[in-house]
């Protein structure tokens, strides 16, 4: 039982380019979430999906697009990178919004030149 | 908008200190609220979460309090340990979301 894994861990991007981040869960959790987390900062919320085939924006969702296509599978995606986009991101699952505790990935570490 | 507040920033103690380590949240219409911990170069792990019709919880040595009417957790760390060093967060659930704070970074010195 891995929990939740993302892919890659690190990754350095040139202002322009694109790239998806993959997050997988095998806990069988109908939620998952994109967050990213800068210095000094919170976790901020970029989009969550409430099951297979849904997705919705959350607190930063400009920039990213996302996928769930598979249960398991939740991708981020960056479609033109930007500086700003410099960051850990965070994957994360939970069985039942709010009642159930989310449990997160290692990150993935960011940087856009 | 709900804003999460955590004091102190940051924090160094001695070993076998107890501590307390506090978090407040401008609108207390919340589902429940959370504390995790986040190691260095990790992801974050629930410590404990506390649904909004309770007023504390309690694992091991941490035990953690909720007064949503005065919008205030406290997380206390009792006897604290090398191994206790980490950054902790707290986070409130409304909606179908997670806002966190900023956390604590917290040292504890052996």
């Known amino acids: 039982n891995a929990g939740v894994t993302q892919t890659p861990k690190f990754r350095v991007l040139k202002t322009g380019q694109s790239m998806t981040l993959l997050c997988a869960q095998d806990?069988?959790?109908?939620?998952m979430y994109w967050y990213r987390q800068d210095p000094g900062m919170g976790l901020r919320l970029i989009h969550y999906?409430?099951?297979?085939?849904?997705?919705a924006k959350g607190e930063v969702p400009d920039g990213y697009n996302v996928s769930r296509l598979k249960k398991q599978n939740f991708l981020l995606g960056l479609e033109s990178a930007a500086p700003s986009q410099t960051s850990v991101y965070f994957c994360?699952?939970?069985?039942?919004?709010?009642?159930?505790?989310?449990?997160f990935g290692p990150g993935t570490r960011l940087t856009v030149l | 908008k709900q804003e999460v507040t955590q004091i102190p920033a940051a924090l160094s103690v001695p070993e076998g200190e107890n501590l307390v380590l506090n978090c407040s949240f401008t609108?207390?219409?919340?589902?429940?609220l959370q504390w995790f911990r986040q190691d260095p170069g990790k992801g974050l792990t629930s410590l404990l979460l506390?649904?909004?019709?309770?007023r504390e919880q309690t694992s091991g040595r941490l035990n953690a309090s909720l007064d949503k009417s005065s919008g205030r957790s406290t997380l206390y760390i009792a006897a604290s340990q090398p191994g206790d060093s980490a950054t902790y967060l707290c986070?409130?659930?409304?909606?179908?979301?997670?806002?966190f704070g900023a956390g604590t970074i917290l040292r504890v010195k052996s």
């Open positions: 609108d207390s219409a919340i589902y429940n």
């Open positions: 994360a699952s939970s069985y039942v919004a709010l009642v159930h505790t989310q449990y």
């Open positions: 506390i649904q909004s019709s309770q």
């Open positions: 999906s409430v099951g297979e085939g849904t997705t």
């Open positions: 806990m069988n959790h109908e939620y």
């Open positions: 986070a409130v659930a409304r909606g179908n979301k997670l806002v």
